[in-house]
């Protein structure tokens, strides 16, 4: 399977464990010309924007590792553009899933 194809079945595991946890998906892979989040879920009136890392083991670190400061920046800004193109008027926050392991077990979560 190709990282490609890996990444994208890490993300749609982690909208099922966000699901069971009680939250709605409001989308996955948004995209622009200039940004992208993994997923975007709300739970208790509270926007999460999701960035999903998965390593298949923790020998280079987990993935929580790879947020880097630079990535955070990223988030943030996509975070603020789907909040303005949405018209999101409720709180909202930056939130990381780690999934370690070729069985897409969860090793941390925005719980």
Known sequence: MSNYHVGH???K???????????????????????EIDIVA????????V?????KNNLQGSG???ITSKKLQQM?????????????????QLSGL?????SFTFVDCID
């Open 9 to 11: 079945k890490a993300e």
């Open 13 to 35: 595991d982690a909208a099922e464990y966000l699901i069971s946890h009680g939250y709605s998906i409001r989308g996955m892979n948004w995209k622009t010309r200039y940004c």
């Open 42 to 49: 709300e739970k208790d009136r509270t926007m999460y924007f």
């Open 51 to 55: 960035e999903v890392k998965y390593r």
């Open 64 to 66: 929580f590792d790879y």
């Open 76 to 92: 943030s800004f996509a975070a603020e553009m789907w909040v303005q193109q949405n018209r999101w008027d409720g709180p909202y």
């Open 98 to 102: 780690s999934i370690d392991g070729e």
